[in-house]
């Protein structure tokens, strides 16, 4: 069956970073996109990043406008893996982070559209 395992959370001060991964078992890693979620307390779970499949060994990145500028998303198909490198962190990025996994080529940013999920990994910006 399909996994994904999320890494690299954790407890940072503001203006720090942090990087998340997320590897993927049970399915053909490179065809799928995939995407970073987040929920804070209260919140409904929110887009973060998503890096979807644009045919052959071509990617397309998307990015919340919140996170913009400070967080990349990037993909090794080898390591059937995504990361997560976050920069410049405050402490409104505080929330538990999720992976998902959606079939590719088409790009979405609704967590309805992704089919599998990770357990998620908290991570916590101290101002």
């Known amino acids: 069956q399909v996994q994904l395992v999320e890494s690299g959370g954790g407890l940072v001060q503001a203006g720090g970073s942090l990087r998340l991964s997320c590897t993927a078992s049970?399915?053909?890693?490179?065809?799928?996109?995939m995407g970073w979620f987040r929920q804070a307390p209260g919140k409904e779970r929110e887009f973060v990043s998503a890096?979807?499949?644009?045919?052959?060994?071509?990617?397309?990145?998307q990015y919340a406008d919140s996170v913009r500028g400070r967080f990349t998303i990037s993909r090794d198909n080898a390591k059937n893996t995504v990361y997560l490198q976050m920069n410049s962190l405050k402490p409104e990025d505080t929330a538990v982070y999720y992976c998902?996994?959606?079939?590719?080529?088409?790009?979405?940013?609704?967590?309805?559209?992704?089919?599998?999920w990770g357990q998620g990994t908290q991570v916590t910006v101290s101002s």
């Open positions: 890096i979807t499949w644009a045919g052959t060994i071509s990617y397309l990145s």
């Open positions: 998902a996994a959606k079939p590719g080529l088409e790009r979405s940013r609704r967590a309805i559209d992704y089919e599998y």
């Open positions: 049970g399915l053909t890693f490179r065809l799928y996109d």
